[in-house]
């Protein structure tokens, strides 16, 4: 069973007095900062100057720095920025400030994972991870609440890498309802997969097939993008709150037997064996592979996707459905 760490069970006096700075005001940067001072720490902000995040930061009472001057005067640095722009600047405004005994943490492990980047050996590094997107995280916290996370340590060099992460994670306030301990590998891998089997690729895909077969059926696009695509939200909102039984007990018995007995004839044992390439080829660095060349070549290929998916019929009814219904699309 996993470790999991709770409020009281966490002692968070290992960074106070420490100066902690977090790298970036996006939706996680700008939660993680304002939890973490309203929990009593010391927060710094480093940004670009230019940056349009650097007024925000500063008028919700922040010392904001450049990104090379915040590293240098944190003890722990709270790397907050998207995955794909942390190579450059761990490179360029990180990685040349970092010091002996300075900690570094990330809220993703892929980069270090995959050897993306590579921390010096004298400085603690290690993960909180929020279940949730920054807003969430922010407004859980002011509820007096919060959301779970998971923690790793991947090099501890002062023998407390654990005990940082976990003062951080009661710092944001996810200890309130439970932090899990994991691995930045573990985490890395779980995350890729989850995203291209079920959350995004996974989802995506069976709400577009379900669309085009009603409609070749000859059933009127706007019915279909009700029931595949508007109704969806309903189902996981009822797996959110109750799991696949309380789902199941929250709709019609036609709706339940259909679902159990015809359910598994589409996602079949073949969808399953399909999930264990995805599997692989995360696992063996393939797709980060891939991925990092995407990257590397300004994202062309994920751009002409896009605008697949924008241009597919889901999509084009779908906006239409909303607009109707006073939803931002």
């Given at each position: 069973m996993a470790r999991i760490y709770r409020d009281h069970e966490i002692d968070d006096s290992i960074l106070r007095g420490s100066i902690i700075a977090v790298i970036?005001?996006?939706?996680?940067?700008?939660?993680?900062?304002?939890?973490?001072?309203?929990?009593?720490?010391?927060?710094?902000?480093?940004?670009?100057?230019?940056?349009?995040?650097?007024?925000?930061?500063?008028?919700?009472?922040?010392?904001?720095?450049?990104?090379?001057d915040a590293v240098r005067k944190a003890d722990v640095i709270l790397?907050?920025?998207?995955?794909?722009?942390?190579?450059?600047?761990?490179?360029?405004?990180?990685?040349?400030?970092?010091?002996?005994?300075?900690?570094?943490?990330?809220?993703?492990?892929?980069?270090?994972?995959?050897?993306?980047?590579?921390?010096?050996?004298?400085?603690?590094?290690?993960?909180?991870?929020?279940?949730?997107?920054?807003?969430?995280?922010?407004?859980?916290?002011?509820?007096?609440?919060?959301?779970?996370?998971?923690?790793?340590?991947?090099?501890?060099?002062?023998?407390?890498?654990?005990q940082k992460a976990l003062a951080i994670a009661k710092g944001i306030g996810c200890a309130r309802v439970g932090v899990i301990e994991t691995t930045f590998k573990e985490e890395t891998e779980t995350d890729l997969i989850g995203e291209q089997c079920v959350l995004v690729g996974g989802l995506m895909e069976l709400i577009k097939k379900g669309f085009e077969v009603l409609v070749e059926e000859g059933y009127q696009p706007e019915v279909a993008y009700f029931e595949v695509c508007n109704e969806a939200k309903l189902i996981m909102d009822l797996i959110y709150s109750g799991g696949l039984t309380g789902m199941l007990r929250g709709v019609s018995d036609t709706a339940k037997y259909g679902g159990l007995t015809v359910g598994p004839k589409v996602i079949d044992e073949k969808v399953k064996e399909n999930m264990k390439i995805v599997v692989k080829a995360v696992k063996d660095g393939s797709f980060a592979k891939d991925w990092i060349e995407e990257c590397a070549s300004g994202k062309k290929r994920l751009m002409e996707l896009m605008k697949v998916i924008e241009n597919h019929k889901l999509e084009v009814v779908g906006r239409e459905i909303r607009k109707l219904a006073g939803i931002e699309g």
């Open positions: 970036g005001y996006g939706s996680q940067g700008r939660a993680q900062a304002l939890n973490l001072r309203d929990s009593g720490f010391n927060v710094v902000v480093g940004l670009r100057r230019e940056g349009v995040s650097w007024k925000l930061a500063s008028s919700e009472g922040f010392e904001v720095l450049e990104i090379p790397f907050l920025i998207p995955d794909t722009e942390q190579p450059n600047v761990y490179e360029e405004k990180i990685k040349p400030n970092l010091s002996e005994g300075k900690s570094l943490c990330f809220a993703h492990g892929f980069n270090v994972h995959f050897g993306v980047i590579r921390p010096p050996r004298e400085v603690d590094v290690f993960m909180v991870a929020p279940k949730s997107p920054g807003a969430k995280v922010r407004e859980m916290y002011l509820q007096g609440k919060g959301v779970p996370a998971l923690v790793a340590v991947y090099n501890d060099y002062s023998n407390r890498a654990l």
